[in-house]
Each structure stands twice: as structure tokens, then as C-alpha cells.
């Protein structure tokens, strides 16, 4: 069986950006709708080092304020 849905065109460069060459537009889209678990995003987050957050919040700062500098010139 088929089901058609509408999409834009601009829907549709994104899709054709990310579909593997020997994918179907059927095969992409149920492989984007793959659903996560919250226990799927720890595992993939595993590879953050301890003390990223902070570290991530300190460049956060650093890149805001050499902006309000930069911005004062």
C-alpha cells in the first residue's frame, strides 16, 4: 500500500541534502523517525567529558562579554 503526503520544496531539498544515495525517500524517513528514549540520549551523551556543562557555560560567558566588547568599539 501508498501514501502520498505533501511537502514543500524547500521540505524537500532539505530531505534530499540527508538521503543516502542508495535510500529511498521511504527508507530516509523511517530512519529520521526513529523514536528516542531518554536513556538513548544518555548513551549518545556519553561521550562528554565530566565538567562540560561548566565548561560550556564558562565559554558561553567568555564568548558573550568579547561580544560586548567588540560591540562598545
Known amino acids: 500500500m501508498s501514501t502520498s503526503i505533501r511537502i514543500t520544496e524547500e521540505t524537500k531539498r532539505k530531505l534530499e541534502a540527508v538521503k543516502r544515495d542508495d535510500e529511498t525517500f521511504d527508507e ?3 530512519r529520521l523517525a526513529v ?6 540520549v544518555v548513551a549518545m551523551a556519553g561521550f562528554a567529558d565530566e565538567g562540560i556543562e561548566e565548561h560550556m557555560d564558562e565559554t558561553h560567558t ?3 562579554e568579547s561580544l560586548d566588547a567588540n560591540s562598545r568599539r
Do not use: A
Open 28 to 30: 530516509l524517513l523511517d
Open 35 to 40: 523514536t528516542r528514549t531518554p536513556d538513548d
Open 62 to 64: 567568555d564568548l558573550s
